[in-house]
């Protein structure tokens, strides 16, 4: 297959390479320019290298890191904490629950999946992506939703989830200040 890849920032002039892929790995290229995600195969693959130069850190631009409509912020856990800490629990809630209620993960589940995230069948899916995303470990299990190693304070996580989910969660109390426990009302 061949493709044009953008130069250096020094030279813009597109170059034709050719790279050879598993077949799995171009069938499944054809099938997202199918689903339009891509315009063609050597978008998508000129795109996954600027990916891959941002996420690694080998060329880092002033554009940032962007998934599909939000950018990705490098923050301390320090400076989420200040930030968090000028809040009341009840405010955190809120926060979270509006933000919950607009999240990017929501649009993903429906978009990329055909799924409600609000529907208890998708919660796993849910709760999968946020995980993939940096909120924790998180695990689910009957009424009970576990978080290990949170970057979000407990009463925000009990917001945004409630919110996300469209359901309402009770903060259970844990011994170790690294998990968060929300139980679902019934």
């Given amino acids: 297959m061949c493709l044009s890849l953008s130069g250096s920032a020094d030279d813009d002039k597109k ?21 339009r995600v ?4 050597a978008q998508l693959i000129e795109d996954a290298v600027r990916w891959f130069l941002d996420f690694t850190v080998h060329k880092w631009g002033e554009r940032g890191i962007y998934v599909n409509e939000s950018r990705t912020v490098l923050e301390s ?3 989420s904490s200040l930030f968090f800490s000028k809040l009341t629990s009840k405010d955190q809630n809120e926060l979270g629950e509006t933000a919950g209620k607009s999240s990017p993960i929501a649009d993903v589940v429906k978009l990329f999946y055909d799924a409600d995230p609000k529907q208890r069948k998708n919660w796993t899916l849910v709760l999968r ?16 939703i576990v978080i290990g190693s949170p970057f979000y304070p407990p009463h925000f ?13 009770d903060l259970e109390e844990t011994n170790v200040k690294e998990n968060v426990a929300l139980r679902i009302q019934k």
């Fill in 15 to 35: 170059k034709i390479i050719s790279v050879t892929m598993s077949q799995s790995l171009v069938s499944r290229i054809d099938d997202l320019v199918t689903q």
């Fill in 38 to 41: 891509g315009r063609s195969r």
């Fill in 77 to 79: 856990e320090t400076l």
């Fill in 129 to 144: 992506l946020l995980q993939e995303n940096g909120w924790g470990a998180i695990d689910l299990r009957d009424d009970l």
């Fill in 157 to 169: 996580l009990r917001g945004y989830l409630s919110g996300l989910l469209g359901t309402k969660l």
